[in-house]
C-alpha cells in the first residue's frame, strides 16, 4: 500500500483485542495552509508518518509522529526558510471517560487522520518561520534582502520633512 493515501482510517478492522497494538507507516495528505501571512507547504503535498494504535481495556490510545520539512518563505526576508517540522502528538479514546478521555478525531472507530495530523502540525509550528535566528530581513526603503545586502546598505537621509509640508499645500 506504499504512496497510497490515508485520509481516514479503519481501526476497528484492525481487529485489535484488548491490549493489542499495532504500527503502522502510513502516508497523509496535507493541503497547503497559511502562516503568518506566508504560504506554507510540505513536498509532494503528503507526509510519510508512524501511526501506533493501542486497544485499552474499553477504548484506543494513539500516537501520530511524523518528520517534515516544510517549503516556504522566512517571514522576514522571504527565502527559502528551510524549516522542518516534527511532531510527537497523543490521543486518547475512552468511552464513557468524558470530555478529556475523548479524541476529536475519532469517531466509531474510524480515525480521521488528515484532520489530526494538519492539527498536529500546526501546533508544531514555531511562533514565526525564519531562515535563521539572526537573519536581517528587507530594507525598509527598498525591500532588498539585507542578508545579501551587506552593512554598507543606506540610503540618502528623508529630505527635509518643510518641503514634504510645502508639497502637501496647494494654492489655488
Ligand atoms: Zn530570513
Ligand atoms: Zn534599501
Redesign the pocket.
Known sequence: MVGQRTDIFDIGALGLSSGEGRRLELEVAVADFHFGGERYSVPGGSVSATLDVSHTTSGYSMRLRLDTPLEGPCMRCLADAGHAVAVDAREVDQPGGGEELSSPYLEDEHLDLRAWTRDALALALPVRIICKEECLGL??????D?NR?GPE???EPEPDPRWAALRELRLD
Open positions: 530594507c525598509s526603503v527598498c525591500g532588498e539585507l545586502a546598505h543606506a540610503h
